[in-house]
């Protein structure tokens, strides 16, 4: 059996207080009236760093796209050349237990609701929209989140573009969820190999470890394969679509759902712990000292 | 450990009743007695549809097969350009419980007789023979039971022919033990990517997805991998190789058999249910239109 | 949680007893004092066949080079043409349980160390190397635990050279752990396919497969592969690897580990079937009758 409400009452008051005066961090918009397509927006400056805030706004995006009756939700940056550079590293260099848990809470919601969208009932409303990711910048670390637990990926071929998990490169590692979802994507092999290493791969690559489903080399494109991908979705029963997903994600969901507690301990003991603060201390000076 | 007789009561008795006075669906034959291959060939006309009769006869050749000692079982269609369209839909719409029941209990031995091939004990004899499917047509929804259960898969490159589970695509989820083995084959990406969407793939991407082993360009063609194939087989301990193939599907084997009862109640539920049952409607309606 | 202490007291006297006046089949050399880089190279002629003397002396230098505090080890072979041959068959064929114990008891210890290696503690020393195969030659049957279970893989090009489980070729079928382990690797597809049949396939063919990471032309390039390989891997805080490999192997480490005695017995009695004997014998005589 699945949660039936995933959506925790700390996350929906989070939500509301983070919200009230503060700006927007990811936007809402509807796409096509007709087909029932939005889509959600990443725009916080200057990389998509995904802090509490950014999380729980999503949390309410997807929370409004099902109250709007969606039936498909695009999932984008409005930055360009970069999708997400993953959690904002200040969140968690120098915090302390109360502001992880604040933060985490929300990165725990946002995995689960997005990974089961189609699977979760939220307030009484079943969700049933299928999630595209349209890719058009870097997206690496925490982000992966975003784009693996998507239903269709969507990725530029601009070579320049790096996608994976390179958190061992700041000296921690990524939360298991994460490397789950990596490994439930591109297989053992493909996980190890690049995330023990924190390696980060171009679009290529990234096709080839099946991180991506598909390339597109221009905006032109991007329509064309987003409105392919819709119209084989929605061409399905909605309901069979999800029964589906259902036998394929429920055991990962079920793992991680019930593990929650253990999970957030795991997280703060692990960020808290004196030599990966160290770490974390110097990767921020590493990027002051580029930007500088 | 694995269930040592696999053939139930129910079935043996049922394939006796079905096949007294039935037309022939199913023909088992020799091939070549030096080296006890035989083939069994499926010829229900137009579209070798599986229906609870097909199903019995299926079982009732794999248990003659396994008497007469073989040592290889080519599996095949007398059809030109179609190897299966899966389950007979008017075995599902406008059916009861009683009728399901019947129709799935074959189905259900089916799968676990072909897949557990090697691995089961049938009324004391060893079965100990390899099974290679001649796909040459189209192999769809749930005749992937029987591509997916065999040893190794020869498909021909006809960029026309078409494999996958399209089930969602006439508003069904395929029963799970068939997206379970889908997902065996050829992994949770690709399993989710194609089944969700009911999406169903050319031979050539069937190859780049792992659901086939090997493509053949003509009738020569497929003889020559088919001998290589058996060669290769045949040269090996047959203990040995069933040893290594029941560490490798034992596990599924065994979650599928315990729950056979549950697996019987769910498919009679979701294909009883009124919303199941309009969308079956529907798209056989579609398919007289298209005829007519 | 993972055991901390893999090396059992059996092994590591077991050891000291073998190697007193023995012939050295291993050799732990530095390669590079600044980097920590050291190498194990087998160098048992002809063909790095594994007896219990071969896995000791194994198991013994990844003790010394945790020792002296190695971040990394090459594993290699140093004659021409052959990584290994797997289990030495003389150990199998004609030998008695006691016997069997004593080989086994080595290969255990030795498959646990390296698939382990980063993780677990060795007599209170934190293991922290990360393991590249550098694979020349011939890799086959028993000497896939080595490969399979380093970190990285890299194979000469070299068309003749070939890889894979043979096992049921000569009428047996690996331990499950390795079975196991190839499948981790390679997924369940390739595994059945290529391990049932007992296949050896090309350098190119194991690339495809996901058995080695990439391939090298000649020496030069083997140089300048395994340095970016090592730079990628020493760059990141050994730590955070760890814990990326723990997440990932500790499932298999744990199944494995604690069926120890259970894979014992399963060994022992398999290798001592008459029949499984007879195979054995067989095999033998026609490798004989191939060098006369």
Sequence with gaps: MLPTRLFSRVAVSGCRRLLSGSSQLVQLREQSASDGVVSIELCRKPANAMNG??????NKALLQAEKSGAR???????LAGIFSAGFELTELAGSNRERLIEFYTE????????????LVVIAQIQVRFVVIAQIQGHCMAGAMALSLSSDYRLMSSNPKLLTGLNETQFGVAPPVWLVELFRFVAGNRNCERLVAAGQLIGPQAALEAGLVDELFDNEA???????STLSRYLAVSPRARADVKRMLRSNLINRLDSARQEDMNAFCDYVLDSRVQAQLGQYLDKLKAKKA
């Design 53 to 58: 805030e950014l999380a729980a706004q999503f």
């Design 72 to 78: 498909a939700v695009l999932l984008r940056s409005q």
């Design 107 to 118: 990165i725990q919601e946002l995995f689960l609701n997005l990974f089961g969208t189609d």
């Design 221 to 227: 494109e991007l329509l064309k394969k987003t409105e």
